[in-house]
Structures are given as structure tokens and as C-alpha cells.
């Protein structure tokens, strides 16, 4: 099978098509070109190719044309458009990965504005604006639930990548984040020179509130924080930096609601041996099965194949 992911969230586009590629599928990645704030599409290079953002929707389109399916990571824009050109002819897949749906400050500020016919074939907005380009070409101004709620209609599936998602999208089927075990492994190391407990304040994240439910509950742990939005460790240390401590500390507030799920690096944090205090406050160890990226892979198969 051909295969084409549009954009990326958190290196799970790239983890898909290396281990599809192992599968015996043609997979690739194509990304707009922007800072790699945490390397990810540096480590990841051999699976994907990069260009300009105002190039970005015409390279889509026209790699699409000689694929079976378009795996879409956010860039709800691209899909539409790639579905007013292929029509019903190219399977096409939306697949959310949290902001993107939740409504976190990526979305916040949308303005519609009239776009000449020279921006519209330059296709920067389908990166920048997509709720602009969507209205554009429908004819009238649309709201964000109305953007969202007609690509759904237009994908042939649509994925979610954690099951609190599903409240959010209608018909969404979960598909578990993979992570890459070739990347992220257990090495020994001694006791005495682990810190005890580690938990990461992101962009995303209400990290005094997540502290205070902590200490709501008496956990006794020595957290250390580590802000990754002004410090990025780029994704090639991370396993190094992670297998530092004992335990990851996975709680998470998002507009002032804890996320009940396991987030992409308390899942790794489990691939390198870590024990990951989750949002109930239980202790886990070992990755889950279903985060395996050959399982993950496998779902996908049978989900590209309906």
C-alpha cells in the first residue's frame, strides 16, 4: 500500500510510516518546513521530506495523486481541499492529536478573511489560516465547530489519539499513540544516580494546578519540573534524560479539567523503565501492548482497508 501522512504531532506521523514501511508499504511524510523546535524531523529524516509553507498544499496535492491513502495529522484544511480535487476517487484520513480539537490557543483568534485568487493558489493560509480557506471556498464564513464538523463528513475515517477525544468528535475511532522502542529502551542505571521524580510544564498545561493536585492528595514525591517549552531537549537525549529518574509524574489540566489519559511521554517514559504516576494517582510500569507501533500499525491496516 501507498501511503501519504500530511503533517506530524509529537513524531507520531513518522513513527507510523517507519514502521509501515516495515511492513512492506510505501509510507512517507510530508511537512512543512518550520523550526524542528525539538529535532524530531531531523531524527525522522529518512522517513519524510520537507517544503516551504507556501508550497505546501500543492506539494499535498500532487504526491497524493499516486497514493492509495492520505493519513492528515491536524492540517484539517488540506484535507478539504485534497477531497474537492480527488472527489470520492483517494481515501482520505483525519486523524486529531489533542489541541487540534480540544480548542487550545493553535485555534484561538481564527478570523476569516477574503483571500485573492493568488494567496488562495499559494495555499500558505491551508497552514496558517485553515478556517479562512475552508470559508474561502465554500462561498461563506464558517465557525470553527462548523470547519471541523464538515471535514469529518469529508474523511473516509477519522482518529483520535486518545479516548478522551471521543467525546469530542462523532464516529471517531481511537487509535493508540505508537511509541518507537527502537528509540525509547530500558538501560540499566544505578539507583543512587536516578533523581526521584520528574514531571514537564508545557505550553499546553496548567502546571501550578497540576502541583496542587498533588499535593491535594499527598503524594509524597520530590518532583522536579522541567519546563520543555523554554528549554527543549531535542528528541534524540530524550530517552537519556528520561532514564535520569525514577518516576514520571502524568498529570495533566487542560482548560482546568485533569486529562485522563496517559500522555506520548509518560509513554515513552514506560519504553525506557520508568514507573509513570498516572491521573488517577496509580503507579505504572512496561508499556501497554497497544502503544506497541507494530500493533498500532496493524489497527491502521485494517482501519485503511474498510
Same mark, same amino acid.
Given at each position: 500500500?501507498?501511503?501519504?501522512h500530511?503533517?506530524?504531532?509529537? #513524531?507520531?506521523?513518522y513513527i507510523?510510516?517507519?514502521?509501515?514501511?516495515? !511492513?512492506?508499504?510505501?509510507? =512517507?511524510?510530508?511537512?512543512?518546513?518550520?523550526?524542528? =523546535?525539538y529535532?524530531?524531523a531531523k531524527?525522522y529524516?529518512?522517513?519524510?521530506? +520537507?517544503v516551504?509553507?507556501?508550497e505546501?498544499a500543492?506539494?499535498?496535492?500532487?504526491?497524493a495523486?499516486?497514493?492509495d491513502?492520505?493519513h492528515?495529522?491536524?492540517?484539517?484544511?488540506?484535507?478539504f481541499? *485534497?477531497?474537492?480535487?480527488?472527489?470520492?476517487s483517494?481515501?482520505?484520513?483525519?486523524?486529531y492529536?489533542?489541541?487540534?480539537?480540544?480548542g487550545?490557543?493553535?485555534?484561538k #483568534?481564527?478570523?476569516v478573511?477574503? *483571500?485573492?485568487?493568488?494567496?488562495?493558489s499559494?495555499l500558505?493560509d491551508?497552514?496558517?489560516?485553515?478556517?479562512s480557506?475552508v470559508?474561502?471556498?465554500v462561498?461563506f464564513?464558517?465557525?470553527? =465547530?462548523?470547519?471541523?464538523?464538515?471535514?469529518?463528513? *469529508?474523511?473516509?475515517?477519522?482518529?483520535? %489519539?486518545?479516548?478522551? *477525544?471521543?467525546?469530542?468528535?462523532s464516529? /471517531?475511532v481511537?487509535l493508540?499513540?505508537?511509541?518507537?522502542?527502537?528509540?525509547?529502551?530500558p538501560? +540499566?542505571?544505578a539507583?543512587?544516580?536516578?533523581?526521584? /521524580?520528574l514531571t514537564?510544564? @508545557?505550553?499546553?498545561?496548567?502546571?501550578r494546578?497540576?502541583?496542587?493536585?498533588? =499535593?491535594?492528595?499527598?503524594?509524597d &514525591?520530590?518532583?522536579?519540573?522541567?519546563d520543555r517549552?523554554k528549554?527543549?531537549?531535542?528528541y534524540?537525549?530524550?530517552?537519556?534524560?528520561l532514564?535520569?529518574?525514577?518516576?514520571?509524574?502524568?498529570i495533566?489540566?487542560?482548560?482546568q479539567?485533569?486529562?485522563?489519559?496517559l500522555?506520548? @511521554?509518560?509513554?515513552? %517514559?514506560l519504553?525506557? #523503565?520508568?514507573?509513570?504516576?498516572?491521573? !488517577?494517582?496509580?503507579?505504572r510500569?512496561? &508499556?501497554? @501492548?497497544?502503544?506497541e507501533?507494530?500493533?498500532?500499525?496493524?489497527?491502521l491496516? @485494517?482501519?485503511y482497508?474498510k
Open positions: 500500500m501507498r501511503i501519504l500530511v503533517e506530524d504531532a509529537a #513524531g507520531v506521523a507510523l510510516a517507519k514502521y509501515q514501511q516495515r !511492513q512492506g508499504h510505501e509510507s =512517507k511524510v510530508i511537512k512543512y518546513i518550520d523550526l524542528d =523546535k529535532g524530531i531524527f529524516q529518512d522517513y519524510a521530506f +520537507s516551504r509553507v507556501e505546501f500543492k506539494t499535498c496535492a500532487r504526491e495523486e499516486a497514493v491513502v492520505v492528515i495529522h491536524s492540517a484539517i484544511a488540506v484535507l481541499m *485534497l477531497r474537492k480535487k480527488f472527489g470520492r483517494k481515501k482520505l484520513i483525519l486523524h492529536h489533542g489541541t487540534d480539537i480540544r487550545l490557543s493553535r485555534f #483568534g481564527w478570523r478573511r477574503p *483571500l485573492s485568487s493568488q494567496r488562495l499559494n500558505a491551508v497552514v496558517i489560516n485553515p478556517r480557506v470559508s474561502r471556498i462561498g464564513a464558517l465557525s470553527t =465547530k462548523q470547519v471541523h464538523f464538515l471535514v469529518q463528513k *469529508l474523511a473516509d475515517a477519522v482518529l483520535v %489519539s486518545t479516548p478522551d *477525544l471521543l467525546q469530542l468528535v464516529k /471517531a481511537y493508540p499513540n505508537p511509541v518507537d522502542i527502537d528509540h525509547f529502551t538501560i +540499566s542505571t539507583k543512587n544516580e536516578q533523581k526521584e /521524580a514537564m510544564d @508545557t505550553e499546553a498545561i496548567d502546571i494546578q497540576a502541583l496542587h493536585h498533588c =499535593k491535594e492528595h499527598n503524594v &514525591l520530590d518532583i522536579e519540573v522541567y517549552a528549554s527543549p531537549i531535542m534524540s537525549h530524550m530517552p537519556a534524560f532514564r535520569r529518574y525514577k518516576i514520571y509524574v502524568d495533566r489540566f487542560v482548560n479539567k485533569i486529562l485522563e489519559n500522555s506520548k @511521554t509518560a509513554l515513552e %517514559s519504553a525506557c #523503565g520508568l514507573t509513570v504516576l498516572d491521573y !488517577q494517582l496509580k503507579f510500569q512496561r &508499556l501497554p @501492548t497497544e502503544h507501533p507494530m500493533n498500532v500499525v496493524s489497527q491496516l @485494517t482501519i482497508s
